[in-house]
């Protein structure tokens, strides 16, 4: 079967239209399955960096709030972001992290309204969770948090709903939220919805305004390959500039920051949702590494995803399932984001095993392996060579060596 | 006295013992008296950048945070940030603009006590001011905030007071806060007090813990020189971890963030008030410029630096007082930070007239021209060339000319 196998996997890298992508990525012979914990850098985000701290920053000096611009840089990572996102221009704003974002979209979210129900998924990234117990105490509003398994999130939305919070696709299992759905839900019963895309933009269409999508937030240093701890992205409608107030207010936010007034004013549009000074070094970085998508067609990157993702699956389960290795990822595509979970007892250590032969996914507490699907710059027959060496891995029995131990990565 | 003068400042370079830390910097002949809105890159962050970006990002990928320990820069930053303040290792932790930091601490300070009311100054730079009218809003608690003339701040704190938020060095004037004096006032009546050390830290000698300050933010991209729109850091006293709780929370603040529990267990240290994933890039470059402090005694700093000051304020009356230049900042050192402000009705264009001759510094509206003495690479004589060109450019008029227009920098 191996031999067929690889003349078929070739066959699909010959016939794969992003294939040329990888060329623009420097992975030389790792084989990189964490690209939904950190995305690597593409030449753009390097050459960029380069640029930005020799001729912006070294030669510019404090020039370069002008001469290059530096003061959008939120605005413009953010109109690269909204095409990949289904947002309309100037609908989203980049800075600060993802938490932060969470936060502020939340709290606006809250603020309008006399409602005081957030519904979330029981199973939601934790920082998610965290943003509503603080907000719960600051507010002092006696918010209630529903915290409902994946399947009774819809049946929860009631008229006492404020917000329904909702990371689109989980970060452990890779199971996907049906967006549309989910919002069309919170809307019947007047609520506003937010989605962390964390786990999807970039490998997932999606299409925000399409669905009616509220809010969002998002982070882009997984599959945007903006660079180690690089800012995020907050979405917030057109429809609902006016009426959504940021709570978490900033000289960026401001009408006219450099007016210098005690008297804060709000800017009318979603630069409003800014706060600090731009992140100069890291929006340069994001903005460049967004170059790479230039162009492509994210259903042409989601066909690819799924193919490989199924393909991957199948794999495993054919060549490691009699070692007790389990799918956690949901068969069905359509219920799936860009990562395959597999669920082993000996997870940590295998994950150890497999990275020190330069094959790099990462491991999560307690028993679970994640291998990202990143379809720009992976191609069909690292499939092979990952499922190889993961049944090798395992039919060595690594957790039985003391060589191995645990260790903490970041999603 | 052009000659007599320029062989005394040239003397004063000679015995200056910073004088070898100008080569840190790349400034080439650019005369750079904007260090207190953007500090030029020192070598070490630019090399460290290049480095984070070629060997660990790139040649690393994710391994990152266990390689080189991405997770713990936030507490590495601090602590180098700490000495240069006043502070102990583990009460400074790097990370969010100072706005969100700002914001961090005023809520948790808030949150402590049954007090309402917010004392600060009515000249505070705007984003301190508009933090706090967030706050008042999302806590619902009709939060009375008392803006109030800097001469009348410790008058004004009583036994209703919650906090004192206060902008040390004032970004307008340099007009310098009495810490130890207005802690004790606050201190007096029971009230918490929050410095912000934007405009004084890597210029003014900080003791927060001498004089019991109890929180504080600071920016990086100033006299530090961490790059533009780098991360901020806060300050909470040792004594305060258990008892102020973040509101603002994110996984990075938990006690064990990669157990990855949807409930919220603050972690016990300063390390509670971080918030999402360290931003690597922009922290590393702060770091790699902190390298340039270490060794040096922050009272040999300020003696450059009040020296420095008190030069160029003497020799700008002295040349330019004919053209109704006035000094706007404190000739009392011990009132006066690390800049000197100018007023000219038409400083606008008297500024961009400068910066066309390499010679930089900065305008704020309506009259204001700002000089930064940064003593890591200013030379004394430095100030003679600043203060000839000025005299030179105010004698030509050029806002008779159409050539320079009204143009915003950043702070």
Known sequence: ???????????????????????????????????????????????????????QWRAGLARGWDMHDWLHLPERVGDRIARLIGAAPGEVVAGDSTSVCLFKLAAAALQSTERAQVVTDEANFPTDLYVLSGLREITGRRIEVLRRPVDRIAASVSGQTALVTLTHVNFKTSRMHDMPALTAAAHDHGALILWDLSHSVGAVPLALNACGADLAVGCTYKFLNGGPGAPAFSFVAQRHHQRLLPMLRGWMGHASPFQFSGEYTSASDSRRYAVGTPEVLALSSVDASLEVFDGIDMTVVREKSVRMSGLLMELIEHECGEFGMEIATPTDPAQRGSHVAV??????????????????????????MRFAIAPLYLRYADLLELVAALRKTVETRPWESDVFRRRATVT
Do not use: W
Request: proline share 9%; with cysteine.
């Open 343 to 368: 669920r082993h007892p000996e997870a940590c250590t295998i994950m150890q095993a497999l990275i020190a032969e330069n094959i790099i996914g990462d491991f999560r507490t307690p028993d679970l």
């Open 1 to 55: 079967m191996t031999t067929i196998t690889k003349a078929f996997f070739e066959s699909l890298d010959a016939a794969d239209p992003l294939a040329p992508l990888r060329g623009q990525f420097d992975l030389g012979d790792t084989l990189y399955f964490n690209g939904n914990s950190l995305g690597p850098p593409p030449r753009s985000a390097r050459d960029r960096l380069r640029q930005v701290v020799e001729s």
